[in-house]
């Protein structure tokens, strides 16, 4: 036993439900809690982003035109996958970051269960929101929370894994894709999620996750013209103000969040109000 | 069918002996009527007449209003209960609805828009505004924000000159609702209403500081923008200066809601019932003199019918009254100002030089004024300016399409999302339509309808927020919500 060679893996980004190396060439190291290395994330470029962009679009139609119930069965089986890894995450988690093995598995549970509780949200959303609008006149008049389109998210550095599912269900739930930077530091429990979404059932494309700095990525994300909203939770407070004016060259809807809560999907759907005469 | 149809009416003015309007105005700051330093002349719009000489707000005015709204919010306003506030408004609304005739001749004489537009739309619907609102003062808690929704404080609002009053409704009445007091700016060219609404604020006893009046023009509105002393800034107007103030607040903790501008499409499939989509064509781009954010300012024309409804929409076109706004028959009032007027003449004629065809109903306009006749063009194709400009007047521009995909991809393809309109007789392709458009407020055998309970708002470049309903409301609440 004690003789054989490890097999270790190769951290990829991931596309369009594949998994490219960066186009740049470009790589990181990452180190364990005690200073040994462990990997070569890749260093995400401005085309990568745009790649992503490209495939998210693209994927947006389709899973906004999927049912309620299939996305939230969809979200469920994310859950599902990840469940039976949680010894690979618990594992990665405690050999990056150095937390004990009892923290590692709270955050593997609460992700799993983070996971299932969005996945129950996806047919319930709009009777939170929607309205029926007593108008004074003759018309039919409704107002229902829809997707917004294309949605960029920076995931914290810590909670690593936890983080990164709180900034991918909310937007998904909604109906949008997303573009998400994982933690910069402890970015292998976020490309092992890849694989657990590539065996999820989730559509190419949804879901696209980078790797690599943050100072070089969320300016792309924020400047970029083909993206409709912006989840900078996972940067810190300072780095909001220049962000969110480079996002209003196509007044991108940004913001950020420090809880779980229906909000956080709500603040990424539009609201659409339809009017329709009654009369014979 | 495209000869001048002689519908001749008698003279039917509405009087205006009801208003009567001062020299001069100053700003209404701390519950008071202030004087101001610098002036500029109103006018009406239809005749170039000077109507009175209005406060230019400057840095010490934007200040006194700020403090003067702080001061009421810390002292009065956010300490009374709901149910007082909301008696307030409801009182306000009253008055409104008491006073609505002479509002409305005020507003079609510093506007241009036809009386019967003011009468029957601005007015009422302004009254309507602060009546639903003055009910949430004291729902707040379940306005879906959690149980403890706070208001932001002082709001700074800019409103435009396409309806005066009404907006000034909009903005003010979810705010106080909410128990925030505000400092608002009314339009350059369209600030009488907002003093008349100034005085109705004292008649209700409105306590002083609750509702601040800042006339002015652009560099008023910056002033209100960057002040230190606003939380919450909310501004209809173009897009351009939208995103001048989302980049001003944005280092900023300020709120900001945005109702910006739109180029909405309105689509006739070939089974609408044609006569009512043409009254709804007419209704959406000509309503208001097309100065309106929201209007249909695409027609997007399905090839089958699309020579039926031109030649049945220039023949509904020469019947449209343009003229004298105090008129009670008149339907096309006037530009609203020199400046408007230069804008429309500029975008049809790149419409002109860009290869669309223009049509004109046949209509004699008035000498003096500022005054353009309702024009179509067509042969319009998408990279047009007509076609991805707002021009924000009485002039459509028409596309067509043969596939229901290719009407949506059309009618999609625009930075804006404010509004958009459908016309078919079978509901499943409506529902279908409805669905794929990318806009905030979707019309489907009717137009340019609104209504206090109906949010209101834009998708993409349109804004940010809805304006209307309980979603409007929130807007003026911190709640566990996002930021």
Not at chain 2, 371 to 393: D, L, N, Y
Not at chain 2, 418 to 445: D, F, M, P, Y
Request: proline share 5%; charged share 20%; aromatic share 8%.
């Amino acid at each position: 036993m004690s003789n054989r060679i490890d097999v270790k893996k190769t951290y990829k980004l991931f596309i369009n439900g594949a998994f490219p190396r960066t186009e740049s060439g470009r790589t990181y190291e990452v180190k364990n809690a005690k200073g040994a290395f462990i990997a070569h994330p890749c260093l995400a470029s401005r085309k990568d982003l745009k790649d992503a962009v490209v495939a998210a679009r693209a994927a947006q139609a389709g899973w906004n035109k999927a049912s309620a119930y299939n996305k939230g069965q969809i979200l469920y089986r994310i859950a599902e996958m990840l469940e039976g890894r949680r010894a690979q995450f618990v594992d990665e988690i405690v050999n990056v970051t150095g937390v004990t093995k009892a923290k590692a598995e709270k955050e593997v549970t609460d992700s799993v269960d983070r996971l299932v509780w969005y996945a129950g949200w996806t047919d319930k959303i709009s009777s939170l929101s929607g309205a029926l609008n007593p108008v004074a006149g003759p018309y039919y008049n409704f107002t229902i929370p829809e997707s917004m389109g294309v949605i960029a998210a920076i995931a914290p550095e810590t909670p690593s894994l936890l983080g990164l599912i709180d900034a991918i269900a909310p937007i998904i739930v909604g109906g949008n894709t997303v573009i998400v930077l994982a933690s910069t530091k402890a970015p292998l429990s976020a490309m092992s999620f890849a694989e657990v979404i590539a065996t999820s059932d989730v559509p190419a494309g949804v879901i696209n996750i980078l790797t690599g700095k943050k100072d070089e990525i969320a300016p792309w994300m924020a400047s970029h013209m083909d993206i409709d909203g912006f989840d900078i939770s996972g940067l810190s407070a300072k780095k909001h103000a220049e962000l969110k004016t480079v996002a209003t060259e196509n007044l991108k809807r940004v913001y950020s969040f420090n809880s779980a809560d229906p909000a956080r999907i709500l603040a990424f759907m539009e609201n659409k109000t339809v009017w329709h005469p009654i009369g014979l | 069918m495209e000869e001048k149809l002689s519908f001749e009416y008698a003279p039917a003015p509405e009087s205006r002996a009801i208003v009567s309007i001062k020299p001069k105005y100053g700003h209404f700051i701390g519950g008071k009527f202030i004087s101001g330093n610098k002036h500029f002349p109103t006018i009406n719009p239809a005749t170039e007449e000077v109507l009175s000489r209005i406060a230019l707000g400057g840095k010490a005015d934007v200040d006194a209003a700020v403090k003067a709204a702080r001061q009421a919010y810390t002292t009065t306003w956010s300490k009374m209960s709901g149910k007082e506030r909301g008696k307030y408004l409801f009182r306000i609304a009253r008055i409104m609805q008491e006073r609505s005739r002479e509002f409305a001749v005020l507003e079609t004489l510093d506007n241009g828009k036809p009386i019967r537009e003011s009468r029957d739309v601005d007015v009422p619907l302004a009254a309507a505004h602060f009546f639903y609102h003055a009910g949430w003062a004291d729902k707040l808690e379940y306005a879906g924000l959690g149980t403890t929704p706070k208001p932001h404080g002082v709001a700074g609002q800019i409103i435009p000159w396409n309806f005066p009053l009404l907006m000034l409704a909009w903005k003010v009445a979810p705010a106080l609702a909410a128990g925030n007091t505000v400092v608002l700016k009314p339009a350059e060219t369209t600030s009488l209403t907002a003093l008349l609404f100034a005085e109705v604020c004292q008649q209700a006893e409105l306590p002083a500081g609750v509702v601040n009046i800042v006339t002015g023009d652009g560099s008023t509105g910056a002033l209100i923008v960057n002040h230190p002393g606003i939380d919450k800034i909310a501004f209809t107007g173009s897009t351009e200066v939208g995103k001048l103030i989302a980049r001003a607040v944005a280092p900023t903790n300020k709120s900001v809601t945005l109702e910006l501008g739109g180029k909405a499409a309105n689509i006739i499939f070939e089974d609408a019932a044609i006569d009512e989509a043409v009254e709804g064509i007419v209704n959406g781009i000509f309503f208001n003199q097309g100065h309106v954010c929201c209007a249909g300012s695409r027609l997007i024309l399905q090839e089958s019918v699309a020579d039926e409804v031109l030649q049945k929409l220039k023949y509904r076109m020469a019947t449209i009254r343009v003229g004298d706004p105090m008129d009670k028959n008149t339907d096309l009032g006037a530009i609203n100002s020199k400046e408007q007027l230069l804008k429309i003449r500029e975008l049809t004629a790149a419409g002109d030089s860009e290869g669309a065809e223009r049509w004109s109903a046949p209509c004699d306009l008035p000498g003096k004024g500022f005054w353009f006749a309702p024009t179509i063009f067509t042969g319009v194709t998408q990279a047009h300016r007509i076609a991805r400009e707002e021009i924000f007047g009485p002039v459509l521009s028409v596309l067509t399409f043969r596939t229901p995909q290719e009407a949506i991809d059309k009618a999609n393809n625009t930075p804006f999302g404010l509004s958009a309109g459908i016309w078919s007789e079978k509901g499943s392709k409506v529902l279908w339509a409805t669905q794929q458009l990318r806009a905030g407020v979707i019309w489907a055998n009717t137009f340019n309808k609104f209504d206090p309970t109906s949010p209101f708002g834009g998708y993409k470049e349109s804004g940010w927020g809805r304006e209307g309903g309980r979603h409007g409301l929130s807007a003026y609440l911190k709640g566990v919500s996002h930021e």
